[in-house]
């Protein structure tokens, strides 16, 4: 009876078990019922689709503006943690500059070797 007792709060919740099923996006409900004992394998499928399979604070503001949310399908824009907006302006920003940066490091390094090839000759 205790034991059917129990099974009774399948409904009741706690945030640490929401954050085993966002830690898991990618395990199924049935391996998640291992580290869920006071949970059954439906219940568990029916919380996830009600909570989500993935953390909702898992996509983290725009480094630039933190306005608006990365832009997790852009692989660049991910990767700088920039916004669809902000990504887009990278990109412009970055084409636009691409010579002259490209110059300005060639130059630094010319300089550098030059210095070092001046030293070695005494
Ligand atoms: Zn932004």
Not at 4 to 17: C, D, F, P, V, Y
Not at 30 to 52: C, F, K, N, Q, Y
Request: net charge positive.
């Amino acid at each position: 009876m205790i034991f059917l007792a129990e099974r009774g709060n399948w409904n009741i919740w706690t945030s640490h078990e929401d954050d085993l099923i966002w830690s898991h996006p990618d395990w199924t409900a049935r391996e998640l019922a291992d580290v869920l004992p006071r949970h059954t394998v439906p219940a568990i499928r029916m919380h996830r689709s009600r909570i989500g399979r993935y953390r909702p604070t898992a996509t983290p503001l725009c480094q630039r503006c933190g306005e608006h949310p990365v832009w997790t399908a852009a692989r660049d824009g991910s990767r700088w943690g920039l916004c669809r907006q902000c990504t887009l302006d990278e990109r412009e920003w970055r084409v636009r500059h691409r010579g002259e940066h490209e110059r300005r490091d060639n130059a630094i390094r010319q300089a550098k070797w030059k210095r070092k090839h001046r030293r070695s000759n005494g």
